[in-house]
Structures are given as C-alpha cells and as structure tokens.
C-alpha cells in the first residue's frame, strides 16, 4: 500500500517515535511506500511531502519535535483548500492517510473519513492529555516530567527569597499538567480551567501558611484557568484557525493580584513552549512505538475511521467521532482528594 503520514497542531515529544514505527513496520512487514506531508494539513494542500524509509528514520527515536513539520492549519477554514487536498490524495495515490494530533487533527481527520470517505487512521497525540477515548496521550508524561523538575527548581529560589513564585503550565480546557505536576512537585495551589478560583481563597491561604512559618509558596497554574465568575480578563482576542484563543499571562495577572492583596513579594515562571521541546521520556517513546505499530496494523485491517487509544495497559481501537466528541477533562475526585490534604 501507499500510505500518507501527517503531524499536526502543536508539536509534542514522541511524535518521531511514531513516525519510525509506522515507517518500520509498514515497510519490512507490509512492504509498504509512506508518503509523509509536511506541515500538517497544510502539506496535503500545497502537495509537499518526503519519502519515508527506515534509513530515513534512523536516529530519530529520542528527537523531539517532528521531522515531518507541523502546523495548525484547517483545511475547512481555507477557500479552495478541499479541493486541492483530495487533488493530493488522488495524484499521490494515497490509499491510506495516518493523521497524528489533538482535537483539531483529528477532527478534521473525522470529517474526511466520514463525509469525504478518505481511509483515516488516527494517532492521539496532545500534551495536555485532553483525548477522549485513551487513557494517556504521548507527550503528556514528558511535559509533566519537565513542569515538576522546573517547580523543583522554583522551590530553592522562592525559599531563599521568602517569595510566591506562580508558574504558569500548559493547559488550555483541560489541567492535566497542572494536577499532576503540581501534586508532583508539592505546590501549595493548583489552578485548573475546570475548577474555577477564588483569588480571595487563595490569598487567604497563602497568608495562613505565611503566619504558619511557610515564607515561600510554588502556585502553580494552568494557561486556561479562569477566576470565579470571570473577574480577571485573561485573553488577548486573538485566536487561530480552529477558533481557540490564543493563551498565556494569567500567571502574571495572578502574581499582581497576590502581591497586591498579601503584600507577599511574588514572582512568575511562565514554562511556555519548554514543555513541548526537547526528548521525550521513555514512557512516551514506548507509548508512541506502540501507537505506531498499532495504526499500519489497522491500516491494513482496512479498519479505517478509527484511532488506536491506551485502554488500561492495551492498544485498542475506537472510533474518530468518539475520540473528539469531547474533551478529557480533570477528575474532580482526584484533585479535591489531593487538595483536602496537600494544597496549602
């Protein structure tokens, strides 16, 4: 067969790792030719692409990043943008397309399986661990490995200096990062988009661990956490091809309102792009083998529209429409179970 292989929306530590397996498998088992498309979508449109081999793939397992290039581009946004995509499809002889990426990815990649009928195989990729369907996104594991090691960090720092420091992690709908790297690194509040805060709560609560002897506190906060009722504005207006608003600064309108409200000196640590950059984790690299070997296998199942998932310790298969009909968001039950005893 001739298969097509895309990255798309952010990039993400594992993402190459993907790449070789298919390429691996594809190639010695099936003796298969893989056409990759740079830049996400956007290489399906404009017909841009490189001719994947395992010689090719060597070396590539612990690079972050993707060789292949990404980008958030939709082609349903674009005037003329379906028509050349599937003009692609045909003059490559495509005749099956692994569309690696989050919600945006993989929704467009729903659309063309079910209304366009492209042979669709799907791979969750996100670091915000956001996939419905899987249990765990590659990815995730390393940008939570290094959010706790930079807030392990913070820790030394807001110690000498008897400071808040608030930093700033990922997570647009979704806390994931937040939760887990927050509990990881003993942070003495977590701020998570699904859990609306209370700034007047959180002051109270630094000033009771400040009365407490404990001069220095890690607030560790997601990009899209929201105060109660919306009083802090926390979007610039901006958004991108999917219609998300582009994020990031509440950290900083968090470390004004603390310092204004405690008079605690306090500080911010936005980790930003960081969290996507750089090698991927070995849990990430095994998941990310594992996904790939998965997707030419249901390739050649013909078990198209679907995207393989994590269930438990198991690859399995689940349908597109399933993968992106909703958001994974945080168990309310495993971060107030947290924050009854270690928040604070």
Request: hydrophobic share 45%; charged share 25%.
């Amino acid at each position: 067969m001739r298969v097509g292989l895309l990255t798309g929306g952010g990039d993400c530590p594992g993402l190459n790792a993907v790449i070789r397996a298919v390429v691996r498998k594809g190639e010695v088992t099936f003796n298969d030719e893989i056409v990759g498309f740079l830049d996400g979508w956007r290489g399906v449109i404009e017909n841009t692409t490189m001719m994947l081999d395992v010689e090719r793939c060597r070396g590539i397992l612990p690079r972050g990043g993707t060789i292949l290039g990404t980008s958030r581009t939709n082609p349903y946004k674009l005037d003329g943008a379906m028509g050349k995509l599937l003009q692609t499809l045909r003059a490559q002889r495509i005749d099956a397309l692994v569309a690696m990426g989050g919600e945006d990815t993989l929704g467009v990649a729903e659309k063309l399986s079910s209304d366009e009928g492209v042979s669709m195989v799907g791979v969750p990729k996100t670091i915000d661990n956001d996939l419905s369907a899987t249990d765990f996104t590659f990815g995730f594991d390393t940008a939570v490995q290094i959010a706790t090691e930079a807030i392990d960090r913070l820790h030394t720092t807001a110690e000498s200096h008897d400071r808040v420091i608030v930093c700033e992690v990922m997570g647009r709908h979704a806390g994931w990062i937040a939760t887990y790297a927050g509990i990881a690194g003993g942070a003495a509040e977590i701020l998570i988009p699904e859990e609306p805060f209370d700034i007047d709560l959180v002051c109270r609560k630094l000033k009771a661990r400040h009365a407490k002897g404990r001069f220095a506190s890690i607030v560790v906060v997601a990009e899209g956490a929201l105060p109660v009722e919306g009083t802090m504005a926390v979007v610039s207006g901006e958004v991108d091809q999917f219609g998300h608003p582009r994020l990031g600064g509440i950290a900083n309108l968090l470390a004004s309102e603390i310092e204004s409200r405690t008079g605690f000196e306090t500080r911010v640590t936005i980790l930003g792009h960081i969290q996507r950059g750089g090698t991927p984790t070995a849990f990430d690299r095994v998941l990310a083998t594992r996904f790939g070997i998965a997707a030419i296998d249901a390739v050649h199942d013909r078990a198209f529209g679907q995207m393989v998932a994590l269930r438990g310790n198991d690859i399995v298969r689940v349908p597109l429409k399933a993968a992106v009909s909703e958001l994974k968001t945080v168990d309310s039950a495993l971060y107030h179970g947290v924050a009854e005893y270690f928040f604070s």
